[in-house]
Nanobody, 120 residues
Framework: QVQLVESGGGLVQAGGSLRLSCTAS????????MSWYRQTPGKERELVAT???????IYADFVKGRFTISRDDAEKTVYLQLNSLKPEDTAVYYC??????????????WGQGTQVTVSS
């Protein structure tokens, strides 16, 4: 069974940094796109960044050079480096990945989320 587990969230002051990690486990043949989303209460989940299987990174406009997505395929892990954090970055951050499992079929899987809280 494929699972994604996030870590690295926490409480940080405005201007600070955090590094989120998301690791896939299970019988995995390949991993395609990996993404980070975030969600605050009462709002829809929004895309923060995506990194393709070819290491191309795509960011939401609100990131504006503050966040960096990267991946380590050997570790089946995607990272999100959050710098220059603002109170409005407070949200639950979720990772998602397109994973081909032992069934040889690809699905998008989601992690359980990790809370990021930025104090002013």
């Amino acid at each position: 069974q494929v699972q994604l587990v996030e870590s690295g969230g926490g409480l940080v002051q405005a201007g600070g940094s955090l590094r989120l990690s998301c690791t896939a486990s299970g019988i995995i043949f390949s991993i395609g796109d990996m993404s980070w989303y975030r969600q605050t209460p009462g709002k829809e989940r929004e895309l923060v960044a995506t990194i393709t299987g070819e290491d191309m990174a795509i960011y939401a406009d609100f990131v504006k050079g503050r966040f960096t997505i990267s991946r380590d395929d050997a570790e089946k892990t995607v990272y999100l480096q959050l710098n220059s954090l603002k109170p409005e970055d407070t949200a639950v951050y979720y990772c998602s990945a397109n994973i081909e499992s032992y069934t040889r079929r690809s699905f998008y899987y989601w992690g359980q989320g990790t809370q990021v809280t930025v104090s002013s």
